[in-house]
């Protein structure tokens, strides 16, 4: 059987969430038995999020296969058991160059090559590629209909429903229903617009999910129906909620999985979220809470690290714990012990996340040497293993000029350095370690408790390494290398054997862990960091007890 196709647009204004409105119509369909892949088509004219700044475009998602992906992709993977890869992102960039390569080529034949039929050809090519060997395809379009750059898309899903049909398609537009204070009214007059615009380009959509901040009134859904030409019970309420992972439960209340169903005529087993309604449970009954810094680079735009705040809430989930982070910025921290006593002093553990260039390293050093000095768990990831690696060389074995050449081309000690067969290669474009790459564990060391296993696979995106050359010298000096590449070249994994948890990893773990499949690394930092937290306050605690028993002296005597 060919696989049927669910089409998601947005309208209105942007950021209405229609990445997580596909992960949870797919994550609802994974719970009936219906197997489902999901894709992003992006407008901007870039080849790849690769190259934008993480302030413009946000994480930059990588996949096993090393594609360059959007930020919506890792809510794909973390609601759905879909594997993604480079097919499953597709930008204009991307299309047009194809489409150039392959007139270049002469495949079109001395034909004019334009928008229809050609770019709106190979745009329907990629999606049919991803579509084989499942039941639904889900399709989301970036952007806000009504953009210029997004009509080829528009175009193509709408091609997509004349040649397979009502029944083997499903438009979903994501919309906005605003609660105006001063009228203390819902206003469903941006609805109305942005399906009329929608239809001006010969779409009529099948379902609405309406985002608001309140459940639509049955008078609200059946207005919207009436000048939308949508049935009733397809105007769902999209409720703004606190957490991402109740928006599926949400879907399901209002029946969006059984709509997409009837829409398609698929037949499939009742509903079983039991594990998703568990999760919930736990994020709003959480035993206690945890609290951990996390001294970056980005600190001011939390999408930078999307997957790494995900992570972390998975680990802390998996012990009911509620997580509670701070980002700190890392040029903050560069005033030495007394400012990383001030910022960090109060915190149960610290991160150093990954990042490009040289602003605020020296205070991700102060962050990493504190947090070794004073037995506060430590977890880093690429850059913040980088920079402790930088740490250990310059305290703990001496050599004070220690860098990455990243940071300091002239450092006589280059502990970090350019990976050996990208030297010369200057262009930002393709010349990272990418995508997944597999890891030999020692046995005996902390990260082989964590995991369990002698052998794992994780995703990099990276253009340092570790230079091997200073082995001898850092494990001298207390470092353990744990985990390495299985032929020696790459070292992975760097821990402190003497530190309650200090961990470091060349890789991106954030990028694996789901919700109900929460990372081992995270889940371990998160363990560390509740313990250490939970000393503090004992220790606390008794320190104050002792100082109220203390005898008072009288008079001098």
């Not at 002698?454 to 253009?463: A, D, G, Q, T, V």
Request: charged share 25%; net charge negative.
């Amino acid at each position: 059987m060919s696989a049927k196709y669910i089409f998601v647009t947005g309208g209105v204004v942007s950021s209405l969430g229609k990445g997580l409105a596909a992960a949870s119509i797919g994550c609802l369909l994974e719970s009936r038995g219906i197997s489902v892949n999901l894709m992003k088509f992006d407008p901007y004219l870039n080849v790849d999020p690769g190259t934008m700044s993480p302030f413009q475009h946000g994480e930059v998602f990588v996949t096993d296969d090393g594609a360059e992906t959007d930020l919506d992709l890792g809510h794909y993977e973390r609601f759905t058991h879909a594997r993604l890869s480079r097919d499953n992102n597709w930008t204009t960039g991307r299309i047009y160059e194809q489409i150039i390569a392959k007139e270049r080529r002469g495949d079109y034949l001395g034909k004019t090559v334009q928008v229809i039929p050609h770019v709106t050809n190979e745009i329907k090519s990629a999606m049919k590629k991803v579509a084989q060997d499942v039941d639904v395809c889900i399709v989301e379009i970036g952007g806000t209909v009504g953009d210029i750059e997004s009509l080829p898309f528009i175009e193509a899903i709408r091609q997509m429903r004349q040649e397979l049909g009502r029944e083997n398609t499903l438009f979903v537009h994501v919309t906005l229903v605003p609660f105006i204070a001063a009228a203390q009214e819902l206003k469903t007059k941006p609805t109305q617009h942005s399906v009329k615009e929608l239809l001006s380009v010969g779409i009529q959509p099948d379902m609405l999910l309406c985002r608001t901040d309140r459940f639509l009134s049955k008078e609200i859904k059946s207005k919207i129906a009436l000048f939308c030409n949508v049935e009733e019970e397809a105007v769902i309420t999209a409720k703004d909620v606190d957490s991402i992972y109740e928006v599926p439960l949400v879907f399901s209340h209002e029946r969006v999985d059984a709509l997409a169903l009837k829409y398609l005529h698929l037949s499939a087993k009742d509903r079983d979220l039991t594990q998703w309604e568990e999760l919930v449970h736990r994020v709003y009954n959480p035993k206690d809470d945890v609290n951990i810094a996390i001294v970056g680079k980005y600190v001011e735009y939390e999408d930078s690290y999307k997957s790494l705040k995900e992570a972390l809430i998975h680990g802390a989930l998996a012990h009911n714990l509620r997580l509670q982070t701070s980002w700190i910025e890392a040029e903050g921290l560069e005033g030495g012990e007394r400012a990383c006593e001030e910022q960090l002093g109060h915190y149960d553990g610290i991160l150093v996340p990954g990042g490009f260039g040289k602003r605020g390293i020296e205070g991700m050093l102060q962050a990493i040497g504190y947090a070794r000095r004073n037995k506060v768990p430590y977890f880093g990831i690429c850059l913040g293993m980088q920079t402790a690696c930088i740490e250990v060389a310059r305290s703990l074995a001496g050599l004070q000029k220690a860098n990455s050449s990243e940071f300091d081309p002239a450092t006589p000690h280059r502990v970090i350095y350019k990976l050996r067969e990208l030297r010369g290669v200057e262009e930002l474009g393709g010349t990272m370690r990418l995508g997944a790459w597999t890891c030999k564990i020692e046995p005996g060391t902390l990260a082989h408790r964590i995991y369990g296993k002698n052998e794992i696979s994780e995703r990099h995106r990276h253009r340092y390494e570790f230079n091997r050359e200073y082995e001898s010298m850092l494990t001298a000096a207390g470092l353990r290398i744990s985990g390495a590449t299985p032929d020696g070249t790459y070292v992975e994994i760097i821990e402190l054997p003497d530190h309650p948890h200090f961990i470091g990893c060349q890789f991106h773990p954030e990028f694996k862990s789901k919700p109900l499949e929460p990372h081992p690394l995270f889940e371990s930092f998160v363990a560390a960091c509740y313990q250490n937290g939970q000393k503090r306050r004992t220790d606390k605690e008794s320190a104050d007890v002792e100082m109220f028993h203390r005898p008072i002296k009288v008079g001098g005597r």
